[in-house]
């Protein structure tokens, strides 16, 4: 039995286990013909200074299984990407990426920042994702992301997602 997975704020030496993990997930997108993170330069719109940038901010989650990391997400307190995205409402999850193979991850990290939110009195958690990716529209929904809008950056065109949270009991 595969033990879960444990989700921990990133730190700076964190860095090139994300951008090897990022790596494969664009190479997985190729493989799968996927138009997405594999299309738009993604690596050199986030490069690792990014990321650091990110993790000193205390921004950066990632999960470990077995010493390896599996998982990372950043969730930031604004997005202007969204015509809202500066209303305190909401954390944004970006670079949400797993390594291929971990089915359930992506899931449980999003768990993750809902309670994250909650715990922080966000009444919402937000995100994007690509507009020609169908699968991935129907699971963000599946796990109650409405759409909201859109957003275009650059090569990018994404659907914006919005899932209410409820209190916590």
């Given at each position: 039995?595969?033990?879960?997975?444990?989700?921990?704020?990133?730190?700076?030496?964190?860095?090139p286990?994300?951008?090897?993990?990022?790596?494969?997930?664009?190479?997985w997108?190729?493989?799968?013909?996927?138009?997405?993170?594999?299309?738009t330069?993604?690596?050199?719109?986030?490069?690792?200074?990014?990321?650091?940038?990110?993790?000193?901010e205390?921004?950066?989650?990632?999960?470990?299984?077995?010493?390896?990391?599996t998982?990372?997400?950043?969730?930031?307190?604004?997005?202007?990407?969204?015509?809202?995205?500066?209303?305190?409402?909401?954390?944004?999850?970006?670079?949400?990426?797993?390594?291929?193979?971990?089915?359930?991850?992506?899931?449980?990290?999003?768990?993750?920042?809902?309670?994250?939110?909650?715990?922080?009195?966000?009444?919402?958690?937000?995100?994007?994702?690509?507009?020609?990716?169908?699968?991935?529209?129907?699971?963000?929904?599946?796990?109650?992301?409405?759409?909201?809008?859109?957003?275009?950056?650059?090569?990018?065109?994404?659907?914006?997602?919005?899932?209410?949270?409820?209190?916590?009991?």
């Open positions: 039995m595969t033990p879960s997975p444990v989700i921990l704020p990133a730190r700076e030496e964190d860095v286990a994300i951008m090897a993990l990022l790596q494969q997930r664009i190479d997108m190729d493989e799968k013909g996927l138009y997405q993170w594999n299309k330069g993604y690596l050199t719109c986030y490069p690792p200074a990014h990321f650091q940038r990110l993790i000193r205390d921004l950066v989650f990632v999960a470990w299984a077995d010493g390896v990391l998982g990372v997400m950043a969730l930031l307190s604004r997005d202007l990407r969204w015509p809202n995205g500066d209303d305190g409402k909401a954390y944004y999850v970006h670079h949400l990426a797993t390594v291929p193979g971990c089915p359930g991850l992506g899931k449980e990290m999003l768990a993750y920042a809902e309670d994250f939110a909650r715990e922080r009195g966000k009444p919402f958690l937000r995100l994007d994702s690509q507009k020609v990716n169908d699968t991935l529209s129907r699971y963000y929904e599946a796990l109650g992301y409405l759409p909201a809008g859109e957003c275009v950056d650059g090569a990018y065109v994404g659907i914006l997602r919005e899932k209410s949270l409820s209190p916590s009991t």
